[in-house]
Every structure is written in C-alpha cells, then in structure tokens.
C-alpha cells in the first residue's frame, strides 16, 4: 500500500454507509486508489447497483476527500461488488447463520399492544420510535400489524428495503429504521393471510433484516390475542409489554385481556398509555369526550392480576396537530417542539428510556394450527 493510498483510506474512515451505518473501510467498499496526490481516482463499492442511497454515498465521499486533499484533482468512480465480495459482507454482518438476532441480546425490545383497534396504537408507536431517537438512541420498528399495517403511511415511507440477496436493509425515517409488509405490496391491497404464514412474515422481519445494534425495536402489535402474539412470544421470549386504551371503560376492558395474554407467556408488562384522554380548548380547560378513568383502572386490574405494580405512565390528548402529523407522515415528535401530546410523549419517552433489560425468559410451548 502507498502513501497516497493509506491517506485515501484514512480519510475514508470518516464515511459511513447510509444504510449500514459503519465506516466504508470496515465494509470493505474502497476500491483502487489509482493516480498521485496532483490527481487521483477511487473506487467506490456499491453493495447493489440499484443502492437508492449512491448519489448521497457518492457526496459524502467527494465532500470528505476535497477537505482532506483540497489541493489535489478527485474524481469517484462508482462499481458494485462482485458476489463473493458481497458474500463476505453479508458474513462480516451477519455471521455464516440467519439467526434472531435479539435472543440474548442487549436490545431492549417492546411490544406496543392493544385489546381493540381505534385506539391510536400505531400512532403512539410512531411517536415513541420518533422520540427516543430523537433523544439518540437507536431503534428498530417492525409493523407487525400484517393485516392492519399503517407504519408505513405514519413515517411517511415510500421507499422499499434494499435487498443484499436475502438480506434485507430497512429503510430509514426520522432515525428510526423500520419494516412492514406494506412496503412490499402494490398500493392498498389487502393481506389474506393464515397462521403459517403470520409466524414466517414476523420471523423474516427478525432474521432476514439487517438491524445492526439497537437500543430500542418496538412493535406494533395487531389488536387481540391472535397467531401473531402467539408467533412474537415464542420468537421474542424476553419482550416487555406495553398496553394503549382509551379513557372508555369498554376499550380498557378488552385491552386488559392482550396484556393478561402477554404475561401467560411470560412478558412483563411495562404501563399504560391513555390515549384521547382529553381535548384543551383555546381557554386552557378539559373536556373529556371517552369519559374518564379508563387508564386508571387497567393499570389496577393489572396490578392485581400480575402481583406487580403496573402504572399508568402516560396521558395523551386528543390532538389536531396529531391528526396533521399522522396525514403528512410526520410524527409529532419530529415536528412540533410546544403542544400537551408532546409533553405527555417527552414523558412516555422518558419512561420507557429507563426500562431495564430482564433476564426473564420463559418459552411459549405453543403449535401453531395448519
């Protein structure tokens, strides 16, 4: 190696993947350094040729070496990897296994679930993956609503998962990476799945995607108590709880029942979120449309049936700017800095920071029907 091209490589440390997250160098994606220090070319290895993220990759490259050889004519030449480079990448990432990468692991992993749909649980899952990243931690979201999904539309994703053969990159948004069925059907259409089929799709989610290391995964769990919360508590043994209901004593009580199912197998609960638990009128004063109490009350029900404290960590109120955000894919948490849901969020998110890891873990011995 020549002095010119242990510079290059020095400089190129500085630039991570877009998509992977760690230096080009670690990744093996700096080609030939061919030229002097008057004038001279690098190779850059795109992992696909279809990368949606070349033209940022090939940026921040040029930007990074015109700082470090302001004197010198650059030029970047974009190739992509032949298979058994790519190969060796997929092992230096993966390992030579698929395997669940969050079994024993330091990722702190949190099912976002309740009893009935129409109680904003997807919305509040949006928000909390937003918020803690924005506060720096990194976190996965899987959308784990199959029949539901609505992840996609919330974050505002257009784009699909970059395939490296049958690893899968999720996209970014807000800091979050995130994965959904959704970003691999056309439009709107429906999914008609059965069981096998729910347990494969979540499975994938967890083995054939590249999450690299995360503080945080959340999941948006499908309303009830059906194949999917079957299939997640066999495959995440160790996950945490968390439960969202309305102020309405009918929402609370179906939800109590998804929560009491996720402890049979094992998961502890974490709290509730109230959500729609008031609207602020323009004079400061609450009007509570669902009632009142219904947070309250799960959290007591919990309490009792699981012999340990279940609190209520969060109140959300009914927000216009909410509704805006969710339209535009915008979470609140990335958007607005002074509203009352982004202080009752600012405080979901604080409390779910300081959720510690268990080393509980009890298996659901559970076959799936065919």
Known sequence: MNSLESQVLASLEKVSDPELHKPLTELGMVGDVSGNSEKFQVQIKLTVSHCPMKAELENSVKETLIADFPNSDISVELIVMTPEELAELKLKLRGREKINPFLDSPTRVILVGSGK??????????????????????????????????LTKLLGVTKRPTRLDDMMLPPIAFGVKVISIGMFLDSNEPVSWRGPMLHK?????????????????????????????????QLLPSAKYLVVTTPASDASLVAAR?????????????????????????????????????????????????????????????????????????????????????????????????????????????????
Not at 122 to 146: C, E, Q
Not at 322 to 327: E, L, P, R, T, V
Request: hydrophobic share 40%; glycine share 12%; aromatic share 8%.
């Open 117 to 150: 749909g129409g109680v904003g649980k997807s919305t509040v899952t949006a928000n909390l993956a937003a918020g803690l990243a924005k506060h720096g931690y990194k976190v996965g979201l899987i959308d784990a609503d199959i029949f539901g999904f609505s």
């Open 201 to 233: 799709a979540v499975e994938q989610f967890l083995t054939d995607v590249y999450w690299g290391e995360l503080d945080f995964l959340l999941i948006d769990m499908p309303p009830g108590t059906g194949d999917v919360s079957i299939s997640v508590g």
């Open 258 to 370: 998804s929560a009491m199912a996720a402890f049979k197998v094992g998961q502890e609960i974490i709290g509730v979120v109230e959500n729609f638990s008031w609207i602020e009128s323009t004079d400061g004063s609450k009007q509570y449309p669902f009632g009142q109490g219904g947070g309250e009350s799960l959290a007591k029900e919990l309490s009792e049936y699981s012999d340990t404290e279940v609190k209520l960590i969060s109140q959300l109120p009914l927000s216009q700017k909410i509704a805006d955000g969710s339209g535009q894919g915008i979470p609140i948490m990335a958007s607005v800095s002074e509203d009352s849901a982004v202080l009752g969020f600012e405080n979901l998110v604080e409390q779910v920071a300081q959720i510690k890891l268990s080393n509980k873990q009890r298996k659901l011995n559970v076959k799936l029907a065919t």
